[in-house]
């Protein structure tokens, strides 16, 4: 006899989260921060908290880290839990945190249990798993979690400035290819340029690279190169890329002409970087294959602009208050997904595009769209398109998509109803179980195949796997 659907689907659901009851308000053990990057010798620390929980009374957490890239030093219990039962098993590769509260009543909410502090051994990456651990209520029931794991790069740095050289560009003349140079916060009054591919590290956003309106700020002309961590003003062009294959992480660009521009190369890694008060705050010029995620782009002139690129993904950022939002001009094959254009004077202007999708932004703008000589471009997955705030059609059948006034702006058959909130499959405002359910009943399957559900692919890959599953976890127990 086969199983019912439903059976198939709580299998499922059960081998991807084996700690997981089906609540829209799961607990969480997670790490703060999630990530860290650190060089051999050096300390960090890291929380243990708990988050979304009910009734807490006791806690079995087990964190794993590789004894070959760390050391564990030190622990310490943060109130009201007491030091019962915990200690540091370094010839295991583990901190072991077993409490009990000696009040009856459990902890609602969120608490953080201990702060654990690691030191750097050698260089490499290791993972912080919380894997095995448990959370009790006051009648010793098992509460069900998600834990989110942390992650440490550690490297070696070589090179310190102003220390063992006072200028940043003293420090990478010096260098050797693959090197770390590790800046301390401080204004430096000079123009860079990376022409070997060494790790550029700030300590701080407090590191300053101030180019006094003479030219570029940073010019990189290496392939392979890493600029993390740096604030880079008063630059012609703050951060000015000529060769392929680099990583911008966590900078702020501000005040510059062009807060950073790519020019005639491929495969630039942009994360969790602010480019704010430039002309243009990010700009693709003859580029392809670039990824841009997770930035803030702001009061700007123009936030992004692309020109005659291809290849171009521009996902999940904040593109807020500036007088154009996104340009794009004889472009092609381009991904513009998830972001949030918002409160800028023109939303977005196409011209001369095709071949690009636009999936899934929310639009709240003076003008949302200017689009001239750019049809063939793809505004929705086939059950959903984007949120635009000047929608007034209506959702017939309570599904989160309009089904009047279509097509919205000319382009979106698909439009939402309500903010798109990466996660939220079935468009309540709500990621939870109801969503993760439908997840199962796709899981694994491609376009075309049965049970296939384009809303389910939250990563755009037209598959249905772990990486959608990631995404929808970002979001868990989360609303709008």
């Known amino acids: ?219 990189i002309t290496a392939p392979g190169a890493r600029l993390q961590g740096f604030t880079i003003r008063n630059g012609t062009i703050g951060i000015n890329i000529l060769s392929s294959g680099n990583a911008i992480q966590g900078n702020v660009a501000i005040s510059d002409g062009t807060g950073m521009m790519i020019t005639g190369t491929s495969d630039t890694f942009i994360a969790n970087n602010t480019f704010t008060e430039c002309t243009y705050g990010a700009s693709f010029i003859q580029s392809s294959y670039d990824h841009m995620i997770g930035n803030r782009v702001g009061e700007n002139n123009v936030g992004i602009y692309i020109e005659n690129s291809t290849y171009t993904t521009i996902e999940n950022i904040k593109i807020i208050n500036n007088t154009n939002g996104i340009v794009i001009e004889n472009s092609q094959n381009g991904k513009i997904v998830r972001n949030k254009i918002l409160y800028n004077q023109n939303g977005m202007s196409i011209t001369n595009s095709t071949s690009n999708l636009i999936l899934r932004n929310n639009f709240d703008n003076t003008i949302q769209l200017i689009m001239q000589n750019s049809s063939g471009n793809t505004w929705d997955n086939g059950v959903e398109g984007n949120y635009w705030s000047d929608y007034n059609g209506t959702d017939t059948d309570g599904d989160g998509v309009g089904e009047t006034d279509l097509p919205h702006q000319s382009v979106d058959n698909y439009p939402l109803v309500n903010p798109y909130f990466t996660g939220d499959v079935n468009h309540d405002g709500t990621v939870d179980s109801t969503d993760l359910g439908l997840l199962g009943l796709s899981w694994g399957k491609l376009p075309g195949e049965p049970n296939w559900n384009a809303a389910c692919d939250l990563n755009e890959d037209e598959s249905i796997d772990s990486s959608d599953l990631g995404w929808m976890g970002i979001n868990w127990g989360k609303s709008l």
Do not use: C
């Open 1 to 219: 006899m086969k199983k019912s659907a439903m059976t198939i689907v709580l299998i499922l659901l059960l081998f991807i989260f084996p700690k997981m009851a089906l609540a829209e308000d799961i607990a969480i053990i997670s790490l703060n921060p999630l990530t860290a990057n650190i060089f051999v010798g050096q300390t960090f620390s890291v929380n243990i908290t708990v988050t979304n929980v009910t009734d807490l009374h006791g806690v079995n957490i087990t964190l794993r880290y590789d004894t070959n890239v760390l050391d564990a030093v030190h622990y310490q219990l943060q109130p009201p839990w007491p030091d019962n039962h915990t200690g540091i098993y370094e010839s295991y590769g583990y901190v072991w945190i077993n409490s009990t509260l000696t009040s009856p009543e459990g902890i609602n909410g969120t608490t953080t249990i201990s702060q654990v502090t690691f030191k750097g051994t050698s260089e490499s990456t290791t993972v912080l798993s919380l894997l095995n651990s448990d959370l009790l209520n006051s009648t010793d029931g098992q509460i069900a979690y998600i834990e989110k794991d942390g992650y440490v790069v550690v490297t070696l740095f070589k090179i310190r400035v102003p220390y063992d050289y006072p200028t940043i560009q003293g420090a990478i003349n010096a260098a050797n290819q693959s090197d770390t140079i590790f800046v301390y916060q401080g204004t430096y009054n000079e123009q860079i340029s990376i022409n070997k591919t060494i790790t550029l590290l700030a300590e701080n956003q407090n590191t300053t690279i101030d180019a006094d309106n003479n030219g570029p700020a940073v010019n």
